[in-house]
């Protein structure tokens, strides 16, 4: 996705991190590519000015960067994985953030990461913060992830398919998703406007 010419260079720096993620990891940076593109389909859906774009786009690309830390073991484990072992897994959102704050970006893309598995009801982590407290940018981000980490293949199991993620974000609405962000997203899906955008 092009973007304007005063966060050039912030694209420059998260492609840049995304090529290093890369080198360890060949599934992660592809999720975040694909949710990056809902994310934009939705954000434009809920009419964000261009700018706002720019930033939740940059901010999903590196969602996961914090996986970078966490053992390929652990990440393509198949079948269910222990307490220990998702409070690990758990740590990557702190870690991302910890990575990104480090970099001048003149807006809020290590917040918005920081927030991208906090629900409105509390129930998130790492902060379990609430409502208002979390960005609309993240509130976008966690409803994409959700949907893209359903509906596509992931390392350890075969897609669950679309119906299954829109069900699931459905049944979140209003509790842990933001409504008028999950109604934004059925209407992206049902328009095909994400599926065109990513292929």
Same mark, same amino acid.
């Not at 996986?67 to 198949?78: G, H, S, T, V, W």
């Not at 918005?112 to 902060?127: A, N, Q």
């Given at each position: 996705?092009?973007?304007?010419?005063?966060?050039?260079?912030?694209?420059?720096?998260?492609?840049?991190?995304?090529?290093?993620?890369?080198?360890?990891?060949?599934?992660?940076?592809?999720?975040?590519?694909?949710?990056?593109?809902?994310?934009?389909?939705?954000?434009?859906?809920?009419?964000?000015?261009?700018?706002?774009?720019?930033?939740?786009?940059?901010?999903?690309?590196?969602?996961?960067?914090?996986?970078?830390?966490?053992?390929?073991?652990?990440?393509?484990?198949?079948? $269910?994985? *222990?307490?220990?072992?998702? /409070? @690990?897994?758990?740590?990557?959102? &702190?870690?991302?953030?910890?990575? =990104?704050? %480090?970099?001048?970006?003149?807006?809020?893309?290590?917040?918005?990461?920081?927030?991208?598995?906090?629900?409105?009801?509390?129930?998130?982590?790492?902060?379990?913060?609430?409502?208002?407290?979390?960005?609309?940018?993240?509130?976008?981000?966690?409803?994409?992830?959700?949907?893209?980490?359903?509906?596509?293949?992931?390392?350890?199991?075969?897609?669950?398919?679309?119906?299954?993620?829109?069900?699931?974000?459905?049944?979140? $609405?209003? *509790?842990?998703?933001?409504? /008028? @962000?999950?109604?934004?997203?059925? &209407?992206?899906?049902?328009?095909? =406007?994400? %599926?065109?955008?990513?292929?």
């Amino acid at each position: 996705m092009p973007v304007s010419e005063s966060n050039k260079i912030y694209q420059e720096i998260v492609d840049a991190l995304i090529a290093m993620h890369r080198l360890t990891d060949g599934y992660t940076p592809s999720h975040e590519d694909r949710t990056a593109e809902l994310c934009v389909a939705i954000a434009r859906q809920l009419g964000l000015p261009a700018e706002r774009i720019d930033v939740l786009h940059m901010a999903a690309q590196v969602h996961d960067i914090g996986k970078a830390r966490i053992a390929q073991e652990l990440l393509n484990k198949p079948g $269910r994985i *222990t307490d220990d072992e998702y /409070a @690990v897994l758990k740590t990557h959102v &702190q870690i991302g953030y910890d990575i =990104l704050k %480090h970099i001048s970006f003149p807006f809020n893309l290590a917040e918005i990461v920081w927030c991208h598995h906090e629900y409105l009801d509390g129930s998130g982590y790492p902060r379990g913060v609430t409502d208002e407290a979390i960005p609309l940018e993240s509130r976008i981000l966690t409803v994409s992830d959700i949907v893209e980490s359903i509906s596509a293949d992931r390392p350890y199991r075969k897609a669950l398919g679309m119906q299954t993620a829109l069900d699931e974000i459905r049944r979140l $609405r209003g *509790t842990r998703l933001d409504p /008028a @962000v999950v109604d934004a997203c059925l &209407q992206v899906i049902e328009q095909h =406007l994400w %599926h065109e955008a990513a292929a």
